[in-house]
C-alpha cells in the first residue's frame, strides 16, 4: 500500500530557531500533500495544501510566512517553521492521496517542542 | 455548527462489546467518507472507508445514510486494542476533506 516518509519524528529546538519537516511518498507521486497541526487531546488541522510546482494553500490563520512549504516533486512536500516559539510547539503531521476517493495516507508526524 | 460533528466520547465499555459512533455532516454535496483510527501520539491510520451500500470488515461495519447526512460505525466483540481515537473524515467532490474531531474508545477488561 502507499507509504508517506515524515523526518524527523521528533525535534527539539531553541526558540527562534527554524525547524524543516520533510514529507516523503515512497512508493506512489503525490500532486498533492497535506500538513496539519494536532494540539494535545485536540483534532487534526489542516494548516496548509501543498501543491506540486505551486504555491500551498493556506487555511485561514496560518501564516504563510511562518510556515513555509515547498512542494519541490511529486514525491516531497517541505514544512519549514520559521523563528520557531514555544507556542508552535505541536505535532506536525503530512499526509498525501492517490485519489480523494482512496483516503489519505499519512505520515508517522513530527512532535515539535521549541524551548 | 461543525461541518463534521462527532460525539467526543469517552465510550468505556467492556471486552467483548458491541459498540457504535456517529458522525454527522452538514454538506449535501460530501462525495466520500471515511473512518480513521488514531492512537495516542501517533498518526491517523485508515481504518475504512465508507461505502453508500455499508461495508464490512471482519468485526468492523460502516454505514452511510445520505438521507439523514450521517456515517456510522460499528464494532463488535470489541478487544482491548481497539482503545483509540476514532476520525471520521469527509470529502466533497470539489476536493475538501473535513475531519471530525474524533471519538475516543476505552475497551476495559
Known amino acids: 500500500g502507499a507509504v508517506v516518509s515524515q523526518h524527523p519524528s521528533r525535534v527539539i529546538c531553541k526558540s527562534g530557531t527554524s525547524v524543516k519537516i520533510e514529507c516523503r511518498s515512497l512508493d506512489f507521486q503525490a500532486t498533492t500533500m497535506f500538513w496539519y497541526r494536532q494540539f494535545p487531546k485536540q483534532s487534526l488541522m489542516l494548516m496548509a495544501t501543498s501543491n506540486e510546482g505551486s504555491k500551498a494553500t493556506y487555511e485561514q490563520g496560518v501564516e504563510k510566512d511562518k510556515f513555509l512549504i515547498n512542494h519541490a516533486s511529486l514525491t516531497l512536500s517541505t514544512l519549514t517553521v520559521t523563528s520557531a516559539h514555544p507556542e508552535d510547539s505541536s505535532f506536525y503531521i503530512c499526509s498525501a492521496t492517490t485519489g480523494m476517493e482512496y483516503g489519505y495516507t499519512f505520515g508517522s508526524g513530527t512532535r515539535l517542542t521549541v524551548v | 455548527r461543525k461541518e463534521v460533528e462527532q460525539d467526543p466520547g469517552p465510550f468505556n465499555v467492556p471486552e467483548g462489546a458491541t459498540v457504535a459512533f456517529n458522525c454527522t455532516y452538514s454538506n449535501s454535496a460530501s462525495q466520500s467518507f471515511f473512518w480513521y483510527r488514531q492512537d495516542c501520539r501517533k498518526e491517523p491510520k485508515l481504518l475504512m472507508s465508507?461505502?453508500?451500500s455499508g461495508n464490512e470488515d471482519g468485526r468492523f461495519t460502516a454505514q452511510l445514510n445520505r438521507a439523514s447526512q450521517y456515517i456510522s460505525l460499528l464494532i463488535r466483540d470489541s478487544k482491548l486494542s481497539d482503545s483509540a481515537t476514532y476520525l471520521c473524515?469527509?470529502?466533497?467532490?470539489?476536493?475538501?476533506?473535513?475531519f471530525g474531531d474524533g471519538t475516543t474508545l476505552t475497551v476495559k477488561p
Open positions: 465508507v461505502y453508500s
Open positions: 473524515v469527509v470529502n466533497t467532490n470539489a476536493g475538501k476533506s473535513t
